[in-house]
């Protein structure tokens, strides 16, 4: 199984400001995937990092994955109201052939104006 | 392109009632498909997984069960709720290939009084 710790478990900002969401792996990660989701609404999913070292940009969001492949990241430059909600990561397990994420427990994020 | 409906969108049923959910996958075919809870405070748990019709796995033991009469349907049942049943139910689904993303319905939030 993979077990991930995300951090911090909550943040508020202030319009404008950017911020870092941290998760954290015991493990080596083959697969990691980001989610949004907003209160009573299902997940987004954002973006997926494979390789060590990698970096992918959507919109203001930017996720990077580290040369260990243990740690993910996700930088949110600028923040506005529309980024707050909670975000999660997940794992995918190689070791089994049936396509299961493991998840973090979430990073509930707020942004006011 | 892909569509996942869950319905209904809310529940709120008494202790000991029947339960049925229901989630349809649009768009895609022989997709893997999931459900999972969510409770308030906690991360995602994986209830079932299921890689094919009548093909239904269980990650916890407990009073619900699964079931996908159809290709693209799958089908969330319990006999008799319990108070701890109650959270937001999410459904998902995935393909094979090479990553392991998986794309999630609205949910549904249940209430057992």
């Known amino acids: 199984s993979q077990e991930l710790e995300q951090s911090p478990q909550s943040l508020i900002v202030q319009e404008g400001k950017n911020l870092t969401i941290n998760c954290t792996s015991s493990k080596t990660l083959y697969g990691l995937y980001w989610y949004k989701q907003k209160y009573g609404e299902g997940l987004i999913f954002l973006m997926m990092l494979q390789k060590g070292g990698e970096e992918k940009s959507h919109e203001k969001i930017t996720a990077k994955l580290d040369e260990k492949k243990q740690q993910s990241s996700l930088h949110i430059t600028a923040s506005q109201p529309s980024h707050a909600g909670i975000y999660l990561c997940?794992?995918?397990?190689?070791?089994?052939?049936?396509?299961?994420?493991?998840f973090g427990r979430g990073t509930q994020l707020t942004v006011w104006p | 392109s892909q569509t996942i409906h869950q319905w209904p969108a809310t529940l709120v049923q008494p202790v000991g009632s029947p339960l049925s959910l229901e989630c349809t996958v649009e768009?895609?075919?022989?997709?893997?498909l999931y459900w999972y809870r969510q409770a308030a405070g906690r991360g995602l748990q994986l209830l079932f997984y299921?890689?094919?019709?009548?093909?239904i796995s269980s990650e916890v033991p407990q009073n619900l069960s699964a079931s996908r009469p159809q290709d693209r349907q799958f089908i969330l049942s319990s006999k008799k709720l319990l108070l701890s049943d109650s959270g937001f139910y999410l459904c998902?689904?995935?393909?094979?290939?090479?990553?392991?993303?998986?794309?999630f319905g609205p949910g549904t939030r249940l209430t057992v009084t």
């Open positions: 998902a689904w995935s393909v094979w290939g090479q990553t392991y993303e998986q794309y």
């Open positions: 299921s890689v094919g019709i009548g093909q």
């Open positions: 997940g794992a995918d397990d190689r070791g089994s052939t049936l396509g299961r994420l493991y």
């Open positions: 768009g895609t075919s022989n997709p893997n």
